[in-house]
């Protein structure tokens, strides 16, 4: 059990966790560096210390930094939030070295999802539907490599096993390209990654990104809370979400996600965690595992009235599940607009002071944000400064809302994306139907 808890992040996740931690009546450490001085979260939190300079890598990246804080603070556990150091298997080590508990699954689990042909070994040992591939590892024999892509048909993608962030992959259209294509990303993976394991698995054309949210305990009990789709993206960041997935079999999701519930308990899965699929023709593909909180969590949230921050620290105190599979009931739709700081045209971030922000609100509308009039957008971080969530009965009233919300909200001194989310949400085939995950970059390009 602990009764203090450092939020090694910043921005609205810090936010975020500051909030669930209140709720469940723990102290709260903020650490910040020198851009974040004036962050609201810095004057709501117990505790606040500056780590560090503006640049990440020497304040929120810096481990020995937010090490020493928890030590001078007194905080038993540590919640990494999203991005930085979530995902560092390296890092929630030292955290469970230093006697201290990391709000997230063992480093073991971290290492292995983080390891694409590990990752995908695991979800195959769990019948979890995973894309057409090969076995493991690509070799170099070129009779070997031709009759596997063949039996799998091209075209395929080639996928650094240590990749990540859409790098580390290329997609092969004819048998002659193939040798030379997995030499380049051996080799490319072997400099950027430092692992030259790389894959080969089929290249879907069409697919739309569906995921399933799970929450896995302690005590070998984990459940899944129904899926988000999450297909509106560039340059593969996501843009706008919703929950539940729409046009998906019920059956089939019911199918997939029991499976991916199987699959925490088979591996001893502590925390929540999210599996990326991509979806075609009505088959799920596992892509990967994020094994931390990500930025669209809330719309899981407002579908299923659960806390998944709060889920995600009681599970770290050694809590049971306080539900069962057949509790979780998902009600009514769920959007998310992701609010960035950036030109609407160029996608340009726009840095600069916040002269006015005006937030929505009224029933079923939701505003996760740390930014208030006055407040500086820093250059140095992600230009994500607000999200505006909205839950309807249905998926029409998600959209009026949002159309509402987005109108009612005022942000001025910086750019938004906000037109763009105007155009999304009276785009005919995004509200008639289920776009792929190609679908906004044709929308965008100059001939779209
Ligand atoms: P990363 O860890 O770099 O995010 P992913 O495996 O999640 O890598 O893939 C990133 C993106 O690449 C996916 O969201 C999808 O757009 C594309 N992609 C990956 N695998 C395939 C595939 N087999 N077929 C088609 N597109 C793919």
Redo the contacts with the bound molecule.
């Keep these: 059990m602990f009764n203090k808890v450092l939020i090694a992040n910043r921005g609205e996740i810090a936010l975020r966790v500051l909030r669930a931690c209140k709720a469940l009546d723990l102290a709260t450490v903020v650490v910040y560096s020198t851009a974040d001085k004036d962050a609201s979260y810095v004057a709501l939190a117990d505790e606040a210390y500056c780590i560090g300079p503006a640049n990440s890598t020497k304040s929120y990246m810096n481990q020995a930094a937010l090490l020493g804080v928890a030590k001078v603070s007194g905080a038993q556990a540590i919640h990494p939030g999203y991005g930085f150091l979530s995902e560092n298997a390296g890092f929630a080590e030292k955290v469970m070295q230093a006697g201290l508990i990391f709000i997230g699954p063992s480093p073991e689990n971290i290492r292995v999802m983080g390891d694409?042909i590990a990752a995908r070994n695991a979800m195959l040992a769990s019948n979890v539907p995973c894309?057409p591939g090969s076995k493991g590892a690509l070799g170099s024999d070129e009779s070997s490599l031709q009759t596997i892509a063949e039996n799998i048909g091209f075209p395929v993608?080639i996928?650094a096993s240590a990749?990540?962030?859409?790098?580390g992959?290329r997609i092969v259209h004819d048998s002659s390209e193939l040798l030379s294509a997995v030499k380049l990303t051996q080799e490319e993976a072997r400099k950027t990654f430092g692992n030259p394991e790389v894959y080969l698995?089929?290249?879907?054309q069409h697919?739309r990104?569906i995921e399933i949210q799970v929450v896995s305990d302690s005590h070998g009990n984990a459940i899944w809370l129904g899926s988000r789709d999450c297909s509106l993206q560039r340059r593969?960041q996501k843009v706008l979400e919703e929950a539940p997935a729409p046009n998906v079999d019920s059956e089939l999701l019911a199918r997939v996600g029991d499976r991916c519930a199987q699959a925490c308990m088979a591996i001893g899965y502590q925390g929540a965690g999210t599996f990326?699929f991509?979806y075609e023709d009505d088959e799920f593909y596992f892509?990967?595992m994020n094994t931390r909180i990500q930025v669209e969590h809330p719309v899981t949230e407002m579908t299923t009235g659960l806390d998944i921050v709060q889920l995600q620290i009681q599970i770290a105190q050694g809590e049971k599940l306080p539900l069962e599979q057949a509790d979780v009931e998902c009600k009514g739709h769920s959007l998310e607009c992701r609010i960035n700081a950036e030109d609407p045209d160029s996608f340009v971030p726009t840095p600069g002071k916040i002269t006015g922000w005006e937030a929505p609100g009224g029933l079923g509308v939701r505003v996760d944000t740390h930014i208030h009039s006055g407040a500086v957008i820093s250059p140095y971080y992600d230009s994500m400064v607000a999200k505006i969530i909205t839950h309807g009965k249905d998926r029409d009233e998600a959209f009026a809302k949002m159309r509402l919300a987005l109108r009612e909200t005022h942000l001025s001194g910086i750019l938004s994306n906000i037109p763009l989310h105007q155009t999304l949400l009276d785009d005919p085939s995004i509200r008639s139907s289920s776009v792929d995950?190609h679908y906004l970059e044709k929308l965008l390009s100059p001939s779209g």
Excluded: Q, S, W
């Excluded at 698995?201 to 879907?204: G, N």
């Design positions: 694409k894309v993608i996928k990749g990540g962030g859409g790098r992959m698995e089929k290249f879907l697919p990104h593969h990326e991509l892509i990967e995950i």
